[in-house]
């Protein structure tokens, strides 16, 4: 079993820059694929973007496609997301997961751990 606890979320203005960390534990976290979830206040959690496990093949939710980026140091058992051009519609809690399956499922939200989650607040 994995362990994940996210850090790096904060208050920016809208245009900003903000990265999120995913550190894990208990496990490599080269077993897994990894993704990246939000959860506005109202709102469902949804999905915003994955990494496949060794290669890094990445997929993204089209609500953040050119202004996220996901990435991956397995060597530091970390997964980041730099988020750019943040927009006030990106305000929500940004969770980290991991999962059992492909990077592929990971987008239809088929996770097996998730962090605890970081708030990321956009402002006008």
């Known amino acids: 079993q994995v362990q994940l606890v996210e850090s790096g979320g904060g208050l920016v203005q809208a245009g900003g820059s903000l990265r999120l960390s995913c550190a894990a534990s208990?496990?490599?976290?080269?077993?897994?694929?990894m993704g990246w979830f939000r959860q506005a206040p109202g709102k469902e959690r949804e999905f915003v973007a994955a990494?496949?496990?060794?290669?890094?093949?990445?997929y993204y939710a089209d609500s953040v496609k050119g202004r996220f980026t996901i990435s991956r140091d397995n060597a530091k058992n970390t997964v980041y997301l730099q988020m750019n051009s943040l927009k006030l519609e990106d305000t929500a809690v940004y969770y980290c997961?991991?999962?059992?399956?492909?990077?592929?499922?990971?987008?239809?939200?088929?996770?097996?751990?998730w962090g605890q989650g970081t708030q990321v607040t956009v402002s006008s």
């Open positions: 208990g496990r490599t976290l080269s077993s897994y694929p």
């Open positions: 990494i496949s496990r060794i290669v890094g093949t990445t």
């Open positions: 997961a991991a999962s059992n399956r492909i990077a592929s499922r990971v987008a239809r939200g088929e996770v097996d751990y």
